[in-house]
Every structure is written in C-alpha cells, then in structure tokens.
C-alpha cells in the first residue's frame, strides 16, 4: 500500500490527466461501444421513471433552481436551463428509484454520476453521439480506477463511491467533451478534489438521490471553471492533507492501481458492470430470475404451487428477509414478495412498488406459503456470494427447483436481451414521456454514436407541460441500514 506525504514530481492528477488526454476512439472496441450504449441507454430510462419523484420535484420547486437561463432541458418536461443546473435536476432524477446500473469493483453506480452532466454540456454546445459516448467511456475508467485505489476502506469509511469518485468521473468526462488540454484538466480533477463529498449515513432519504445530481453538477463545474482559467493545486490526490489522505488515510490506498492497466481492457468492458432488470433490492434479483426461470421453462402458475422455498446466499437474505411487507418500499426489501410477485405476474415492474400492489390477496396467498432461509451449500465467506435457489412444490406433489450461484445483476456473460431492455425501458420512460415517443427514443439511443447532434436526441426526451408527467399515487423512498446486516464490503446496490 502506498502513503504518498510529499508532492510528486509529477503530481497523481497530472499523471491522471494524461491518461484522459491521450483517450482516443480507437481503443474503444465493439464490445466497450455496446456496453457504453446499453449504460447509456438504460440510465436514461431510468432518469425518466424519477422526474416525478418527490425528491426531483422538491428540488424544483425549490427557489433558484432551474431558474438559470440556458439550453439544458429538464428530460420529461418542456423547460430548459444552465446546464449546470440540469445535471443537477436530472442526475437526481436519474437516482431516484436506485433502478440504475451499478458495478461491484466501483461500490456504487458508474453511470448516473456521468449522463446528466454530459448530456447538459453536449445540448448546449450541439457535441454529437459518439464525442459524448467516448467521454461516457473516459469517465468510467477514471471512476473504476479510482476506486480500484481507494476500495475498500474508501466504503467501508462512510463514503458513498458513487459520489465522491463520481464527482472525479463527471469532472475527466465533461473534460475529454469540451476538449481540455492536459493542463486544464489537471486543474478539473484538482477541483473537483474539493467538491467531492456523500455519506452513507444519509442513505435511506432522499439525500442519497442528491449525493448523484450535486456530483454530477461538481464535475461539471470543475471542468468548466478550469476551461476559465481557475486553478487549483494540482498535488491535491497526494498532499498529506489531500484527498487520499484525508478521504482514506494513510495506508489505506494504492496509487498505482489508478493507473495500472488503463484502457487495457476498458473499464466499461468488465463483467462486473450489471444493469437492474428489476426495481428492488439487487440481492433479491437472483431469486427472482429463478423463480422466472421455473414459469418460463415449466410452465407453472400461481395455481399450481402448494408451497415455495427460497434459498438465497445468506448475506443476500439478511437485509431482504421480510416476510410480510407493510410498505412500498419494505416490498422492495423483500425477497418473499419478489418471488411471489414472478410468480403470480411472470415479471417485476415499478408498479408493483406503488400503492397497495404488496396487499393484493393473491400475493398475500403466496406470502402465507412461502418460506425463506439461507442456502446451507453457499458459505458466508465463499468467493460467489450472489446465489440463490427456489424450490417450488406443486398440488400434484412435484419439487420442482432452479439454481444459481452467482448473478451479480445482468451484463458479462449474462446481458439483457433487446427485449428485456426494452421492457424495463418503456415502463420507465412510461412515466414521464407520452407513449408515442417512447420507441423513437429507445431507438436513437441504440443507435447513439451516429447522432450528428445531441440535440436529435434530446428533442425525444422533452414533453410538452401541457400534457406533464404521470401521476405516481406511492413516490419510492429507501431503505435504511443497520448496524446488524452484512459487513459494507458486501455492497448491497
């Protein structure tokens, strides 16, 4: 480990935006190009189903915000302003339901931080497709090695990743974009230094949300201030009163695993980037995809089962064992009910975590006769710890069951088809898009690196306030954690 106390000679930063500088496309593969379209694709989705979220609508009532004059829309809506501020709305926004993609190396969420800042600055100065998606690709690397550095005391501290390697992500994206020499972006990253913050403590309210909209505003405001001119020190990663050591500790951080391997592969590449496919808790997806697997390969109805045993790897359970939610969000923490609900609809959606969906008497039916315990073949300490196993007695007497051992959500060797993605897509964008514009939007944004301008595609994100957004009868909240779940190295997106 390296505790680095006196200035470089070349500072960390400086080395750092080197890296950035010298990106260029063709060290973008196809694989890297498709990830960071589907990232791309899926945050949008999931930045329209929080607009109407009371955390994005407080911040817009909120006096001087959105009142700024400029060409950034507010995605969902007809208005437009700085995009500074539009980073900040939509990457709320973009956060508000915690449906965004997520990567186990990062502890947090690699793309929210980046898209709303990016998508701002590039409407404003008409930037196209691909100069935006190869500065998407820049940003993820620069926050995944970042966290390779840090993790995991950076975590385990209190930090929430997300935001404050974020913040460093948006400032060397919106860097690359607008084209700042090395020198600038020195400054960007140095700046940013000082805007980086979120805590965990906060997680469970709407502060978290924030944490994504005000990082993603810092980084843009970093590289925008450093494109003016404003300085910053650029030993700021070392100093003994640094980032490093003030975020960290001495001791506790690796400054050569930021640099190690840059680009080769490309961060985005990692099998260890995963989408959502569903609107709860990550830890109850592989249950949920077992359960799916039996409707889907055996033909089973809610009719049929007699009794249903889940069996997920333990430290999946021990923040979604609850048997008989009360709440919206208790539903989303709660393993039992994502399977009853596969079973009894066949798919999980952002409805069945809105008003009394957890109350309806057939899913009260299956909660009676569903049971579940960790996995006694999947150790606590064992190296694949996102399993889980369903078993399914029917009335005719037959056990039925599927198993897997590890699905950290759904990339690597285990994608989201073009209709899962669009499934998750259209249910999202459904709630603030009128439904006609929903398939275009779906469309450009598969297609995303041949936009001339990106303006063709926020043209799609935009509604009129005649029509406004829909009305959601049960906003989602979080859920708190507690002192007697799973260690934090277990992150839990």
């Given at each position: 480990?390296?505790?680095?106390?006196?200035?470089?000679?070349?500072?960390?930063?400086?080395?750092?935006?080197?890296?950035?500088?010298?990106?260029?496309?063709?060290?973008?593969?196809?694989?890297?190009?498709?990830?960071?379209k589907t990232c791309f694709l899926d945050t949008v989705g999931v930045t329209l189903a929080g607009i109407p979220e009371d955390c994005t609508q407080i911040l817009l009532r909120t006096p001087g915000v959105a009142?700024?004059?400029?060409?950034?829309?507010?995605?969902?809506?007809?208005?437009?302003?700085?995009?500074?501020?539009a980073a900040l709305i939509n990457g709320t926004a973009s956060h508000a339901l915690d449906y965004d993609d997520f990567n186990s190396v990062f502890g947090g969420h690699h793309s929210v931080p980046l898209v709303a800042a990016l998508l701002a600055v590039a409407e404003e100065r008409k930037y196209s497709g691909e100069q935006v998606l190869l500065a998407y690709i820049v940003g993820v690397e620069t926050e995944l090695k970042l966290a390779r550095a840090v993790h995991y005391?950076?975590?385990?501290?209190?930090?929430?990743?997300?935001?404050?390697?974020?913040?460093?992500?948006a400032a060397a994206a919106v860097s690359y974009l607008i084209g700042l020499d090395q020198q600038k972006t020195t400054m960007a990253l140095a700046i940013a230094a000082s805007l980086a913050s979120g805590i965990k403590a906060n997680f469970g309210t709407m502060t978290k949300p924030l944490h994504v909209g005000q990082c993603g505003r810092n980084g843009l405001l970093a590289a925008l201030l450093a494109e003016n001119g404003f300085d910053a020190n650029p030993s700021v990663l070392e100093h003994h009163q640094g980032f490093l050591n003030v975020f960290n500790g001495p001791g506790t951080f690796d400054v050569e695993k930021l640099f190690a391997g840059w680009a080769e592969p490309l961060e985005i590449e990692s099998s260890d980037v995963g989408l959502?496919?569903?609107?709860?808790?990550?830890?109850?997806?592989?249950?949920?995809?077992?359960?799916?697997?039996?409707?889907?390969?055996?033909?089973?109805?809610?009719?049929?089962?007699?009794?249903?045993?889940?069996?997920?790897?333990?430290?999946?359970?021990?923040?979604?064992?609850?048997?008989?939610?009360?709440?919206?969000?208790?539903?989303?923490?709660?393993?039992?009910?994502?399977?009853?609900?596969?079973?009894l609809d066949g798919a999980v959606r952002l409805k069945d975590f809105e008003g009394e969906a957890h109350n309806e008497p057939a899913i009260r039916h299956l909660l009676q006769i569903t049971e579940a315990r960790p996995h006694p073949e999947m150790a606590d300490d064992a190296a694949e710890q996102w399993g889980a196993e369903v078993i399914v007695e029917l009335k005719d007497g037959r056990r039925l069951s599927r198993r897997v051992d590890n699905l950290v959500g759904r990339g690597g060797d285990n994608p989201m088809s073009s209709d899962e993605l669009w499934e998750k897509f259209e249910d999202c964008a459904s709630r603030s898009l009128p439904r006609e514009q929903i398939a275009p939007l779906f469309e450009r944004l598969e297609t995303l690196e041949s936009v001339a301008d990106i303006g063709q595609l926020t043209r799609l994100l935009q509604v009129s306030s005649l029509r406004g957004a829909r009305k959601v009868e049960a906003p989602v909240s979080f859920a708190s954690r507690t002192e007697q779940e799973a260690p934090e190295t277990t992150w839990v997106p």
């Open positions: 480990m390296s505790d680095v106390n006196q200035p470089a000679q070349v500072s960390l930063a400086a080395r750092l935006a080197e890296k950035i500088c010298s990106f260029n496309k063709q060290q973008v593969t196809k694989k890297a190009l498709q990830q960071a009142e700024a004059p400029g060409n950034s829309l507010i995605v969902g809506t007809d208005r437009r302003t700085s995009a500074l501020d005391h950076h975590y385990d501290k209190g930090w929430h990743p997300t935001a404050t390697l974020g913040t460093f992500g959502k496919q569903f609107p709860c808790c990550g830890s109850t997806h592989p249950a949920i995809m077992m359960m799916l697997t039996l409707v889907r390969e055996e033909g089973i109805t809610a009719d049929d089962v007699a009794r249903i045993e889940v069996l997920p790897h333990g430290r999946r359970l021990r923040h979604t064992n609850t048997p008989h939610p009360k709440t919206p969000i208790e539903a989303k923490f709660s393993v039992q009910y994502v399977v009853a609900r596969a079973l």
